[in-house]
C-alpha cells in the first residue's frame, strides 16, 4: 500500500496569486508561485522598477528571557551578541562538524527579544535543533502560521513604500531605513526591514496572516503605475544567483562548511563558543577542502545542479546552481570545486559531453541593495 500523498500547504495569499494568473507549483510543501507573466519579465522588472514577493512560506522563531542571547550566539556562527536593538544580521548554523544546518536572519527586536527566520524547508528542523540547544530561561515559540512575509524588491521600491496606505507612517520611515536595519510595527504589521534577496535596494513586511491579502492588493494599487507588479519564485532565484547569495540544498548544506561557501566573513571564529567552532578552526587552518567558484561556460547551454565539473583529467566538483542569466546574457555557474584543481583549466558535464567553463569573480553582477 502507498502512503497518502499530503496535499501541499497554502499561503495567505493563494487566492491573490490565482488571481494574478500565477503558475502555482509545489515548493518545500507550500503551493506557490513560480511565475505570474514571465520569469525573464519579472526578473527585469525588479532589476528595473519592483516586483512584490510572497515567502509567507519562511519559518518565524521568536527567542525571549534572559537566555536568549546566549541561546543564539551558541546556534549562530555570527557575532549575535553584536546586535543592537533594530538590527539584523546574517548568519549560518551550524553542526558540530562544520556542516550548514541552515542560514537564517536574527532580528534584535528589543533587549532580550529576538526574531528568527528559517528557510521554510528547514523550519521544523531548526526548531527541534534550536529546542534542543535552549539555554536556562529562555523561551522559544513557533509563530510561523501567524506570519506572512511579503518581499518588496526594486530601485522603486522606496517609493511604493511611501505610497502604502496600509502601512501609513510606518512605511514612510521605512523607506530610509539603512541596510540591515528595521522598524517594528504595532499591531497588525510586525516589522518592515531594509532587507532582501535579489541584490536590488527592498524591503521585507512581516504582517499578521490575516491582514496579508489588503497589503499585498494595497502595495500592488499604489505601485503600479511606478512599475511594480507580482514575481515569482522563478526570478527570485535567477536574481539571487546572478548576485551568487547562496540558497539552501544548493550551495549550502549539512556536508558543506560556511568556509566552503564564501561565507567566510559570517564566521566569527574569535567567539569562544558556537556549535561547529571547533570544525571550522580546524577546517581554517588547513584549508578548505572546496571552494565556491564563479563559471562561465563558453557554450548557451545550462549547467544544472549536480552536473559534473572536471578538470586535470578527473571529476574535481559539481555546480550547485546554474542558468543562462537574464540581466548579463551569459550562460553562468556556481560550482564547488576541490581546492586543489580550482584554479586549473575546468569543464562542466552537460548531457555528457564537456563544456569549457571559465572561472569568473562573484558575484556575477554587482548588488545595489547596500547603496
Not at 550566539?73 to 558540530?96: E, F, I
Not at 549539512?254 to 561547529?276: Q, R, Y
Request: proline share 5%; net charge neutral; hydrophobic share 40%.
Amino acid at each position: 500500500m502507498s502512503a497518502a500523498k499530503t496535499e501541499p500547504r497554502s499561503t495567505p495569499l493563494e487566492a491573490q496569486h490565482r488571481q494574478c494568473g500565477a503558475r502555482m507549483v509545489e515548493f518545500a510543501g507550500w503551493s506557490m508561485p513560480i511565475q505570474y507573466d514571465g520569469l525573464i519579465k519579472e526578473h527585469e522588472r525588479v532589476r528595473r522598477a519592483a516586483g512584490l514577493f510572497d515567502v509567507s512560506h519562511m519559518g518565524e522563531l521568536f527567542f525571549s528571557g534572559p537566555g536568549a542571547l546566549t541561546t543564539l550566539d551558541r546556534l549562530a556562527t555570527n557575532d549575535v551578541a553584536a546586535l543592537v536593538d533594530g538590527q539584523v544580521l546574517y548568519t549560518p548554523l551550524c553542526n558540530p562538524r562544520g556542516g550548514v544546518r541552515d542560514d537564517v536572519l536574527v532580528y534584535r527586536m528589543d533587549g532580550n527579544r529576538f526574531m528568527m527566520v528559517v528557510n521554510a524547508a528547514n523550519t521544523a528542523k531548526i526548531l527541534a535543533w534550536s529546542r534542543e540547544h535552549l539555554q536556562p530561561q529562555t523561551e522559544l515559540q513557533d509563530r510561523s502560521d501567524e506570519v506572512a512575509l511579503l518581499a518588496l524588491q526594486g530601485p522603486r521600491s522606496p517609493d511604493i513604500l511611501r505610497r502604502s496606505r496600509l502601512l501609513g507612517d510606518l512605511g514612510e520611515r521605512a523607506a530610509t531605513l539603512p541596510y540591515y536595519r528595521f522598524l517594528a510595527g504595532a499591531g497588525e504589521v510586525l516589522a518592515v526591514s531594509r532587507t532582501g534577496y535579489t541584490g536590488e535596494r527592498g524591503y521585507e513586511i512581516y504582517v499578521q496572516a490575516s491582514r496579508a491579502p489588503a497589503l499585498w492588493e494595497d502595495l500592488l494599487a499604489q505601485g503600479g503605475e511606478l512599475g511594480l507588479g507580482p514575481a515569482g519564485l522563478g526570478a527570485r532565484d535567477t536574481l539571487r544567483f546572478e548576485v551568487a547569495y547562496c540558497l539552501y540544498g544548493h550551495e549550502l548544506e549539512e556536508d558543506t562548511s560556511p568556509l566552503e561557501a564564501g561565507l567566510g566573513w559570517t564566521v566569527k571564529l574569535k567567539k569562544p563558543d558556537f556549535i561547529g567552532r571547533e570544525a571550522l578552526v580546524r577546517q581554517k587552518e588547513q584549508g578548505v577542502p572546496r571552494r565556491l567558484l564563479g563559471l562561465e561556460l563558453a557554450d548557451r547551454v545550462i549547467a544544472r545542479a549536480g552536473f559534473a565539473v572536471r578538470g586535470q583529467g578527473r571529476e574535481v566538483g559539481k555546480v550547485t546552481s546554474g542558468t543562462f542569466a537574464p540581466s548579463l546574457g551569459r550562460s553562468l555557474a556556481l560550482a564547488l570545486v576541490q581546492s586543489d584543481a580550482a584554479e586549473a583549466p575546468l569543464a562542466v558535464v552537460v548531457r555528457g559531453r564537456e563544456v569549457g567553463a571559465r572561472r569568473v569573480a562573484l558575484p556575477f553582477h554587482a548588488p545595489s541593495a547596500q547603496a
